[in-house]
């Protein structure tokens, strides 16, 4: 790994060391662009392209120009440990930005942890987590599915719930999640239906047709989807022939944004909805300027979406903090992360936290005909929670790096709590 070197012979208490920074600052791209994901995928690599660029533009960081190196893991989930380590040992890089499914990013957490990498994970998921090497820009499910529930229960007074998910680990520990919250809310177990189905599937009738069926005895009947990639295009298309609007099943989704639904004849979806903490329809002068660069860049039908977001947010705070630490050496980098703040694209303030989680709002938005979202439900900032109080096993964690050295601390014994991960 690449460490700069101090050249201070003591460390001052007031003022960052000075380091001689070896040029260039390679930036790590850790997404896919082929195979299942890279619908989804790709895009984050462009981004993250954008951003190194921008950044050059202003002059780079600590007098070095920085470089995007950019690999492709091909939605093959043990392939990003082999492409994270490449990245770290061959291509020396100081941080990635990349993963976008949670055994992704399980994969690569070894390697990050063995080689003591940082990386920038940009994308929605299940929680339960706290890595030292991981800062998580996207949402917790206190900051996504949690208020979606909300929502449907609250707003459109859904009392029978289909939890439909991709089989792997970000929806099955959101879903579990989510079945004891309902429970606590009053749901019975049997008007929870779960069901979950490969990477790339495309046979959704049985399934839509199972959905429709809880629907006959008259009770309001809502869909919340942790489908992911490709396999979206098949379930909104069944909705569609099946002829089901979303007055009659609303659709929560929490891996479908603009990007998705560019592929798509969104006519037949309207009115479905998705749970973010950013829409491109943000009214916000920065993000404004943030749409028309992206739009200059990649063209008039290049949309935005939340882990875009999210890789804005975390770059920036990122450059910010290698600026604080005077170097992009990761110990450093990281200490200078806790407590970075930076303007969301959404009207607020971001802020990092000691558990590696953002604080940032959550938006509720419906699908337009354009592909585009009306966002009809906003918060100020939540705090994202590394470990939910809805699973006992996990209400009695937290996660306190700058202050406990540690991302599982027992509130209850007051000790860290060490497991031994098996990915």
């Given amino acids: 790994m690449k460490r700069s070197l101090l050249l201070a012979g003591a460390c001052a208490i007031t003022a960052a060391p000075a380091f001689a920074q070896d040029c260039p600052i390679k930036v790590g791209v850790l997404h896919s662009l082929s195979g299942t994901m ?12 954008m951003l190194v660029d921008q950044q050059n533009a202003k002059g780079g960081l600590l007098g070095c120009e920085l470089e995007a190196v950019v690999v ?22 100081d941080v990635i930005f990349g993963s976008w499914t949670s055994v992704s990013r399980k994969s690569a957490l070894p390697v990050l942890e063995e080689l003591n990498g940082l990386m ?69 177990e049997e008007d929870i239906f779960v069901n979950y189905t490969p990477f790339g ?19 309001q009947v809502g869909v919340i989807s942790t489908i992911n990639g490709d396999a979206n295009i098949g379930f909104y298309k069944e909705l569609a022939a099946a002829e089901i609007s979303a007055d009659d099943i609303p659709v929560v989704a929490f891996s479908v944004g603009e990007e998705e639904l560019s592929g798509l004849d969104t006519t037949n979806l309207v009115g479905h909805l998705a749970a973010w903490n950013y829409f491109q329809s943000a009214d916000t002068d920065v993000n404004a300027e943030f749409v028309a660069a992206w739009k200059e860049r990649m063209g008039e039908d290049r949309v935005t979406n939340d882990p875009m977001e999210a890789h804005y947010i975390g770059f920036n705070m990122w450059a910010n903090a290698v600026t604080q630490a005077g170097t992009a050496d990761v110990d450093a980098v990281r ?10 694209l959404t009207g607020g303030m971001a ?41 006992p096993a996990s209400a009695k964690l937290m996660s306190d790096w700058p202050g406990k050295g540690c991302g599982m601390w027992d509130t209850e014994t007051e000790s860290c709590v060490q497991i031994q991960s098996n990915y």
Avoid: C
């Avoid at 407590?339 to 969301?344: I, L």
């Avoid at 940032?360 to 592909?371: H, W």
């Fill in 120 to 188: 920038f994970y940009p994308v929605q998921y299940e929680g339960e987590e706290s890595s030292k090497n991981v800062f998580y820009t996207g949402a917790a499910p206190n900051q996504q599915a949690i208020p979606a529930v909300d929502y449907f229960l609250e707003e459109l007074g859904v009392e029978r719930f289909a939890l439909l998910g991709t089989d792997y680990v970000y929806p099955r520990t959101t879903n579990n999640i989510l079945e004891a919250y309902l429970k606590s809310k009053g749901i019975e």
């Fill in 351 to 391: 802020v990092m936290l000691p558990n590696h989680h953002l604080a940032k709002p959550v938006l509720i938005g419906e699908i337009t005909a354009d592909g585009q979202f009306d966002i009809v439900s906003q918060t100020s900032e939540v705090p994202g929670d590394a470990w939910t109080d809805h699973l």
């Fill in 335 to 344: 200490e200078a992360m806790y407590g970075q703040e930076f303007p969301n």
């Fill in 72 to 93: 492709d893991p091909a939605s093959d989930w043990p392939l990003f440990a082999e492409k994270a380590r490449e990245l770290l040992t061959v291509e020396d890089v």
């Fill in 201 to 219: 599937h495309s046979d959704w009738a049985t399934i839509v047709g199972d959905v429709v069926e809880m629907s006959e005895d008259g009770r």
């Fill in 38 to 49: 890279a619908i989804s995928e790709t895009t984050l690599k462009d981004t993250v392209e």
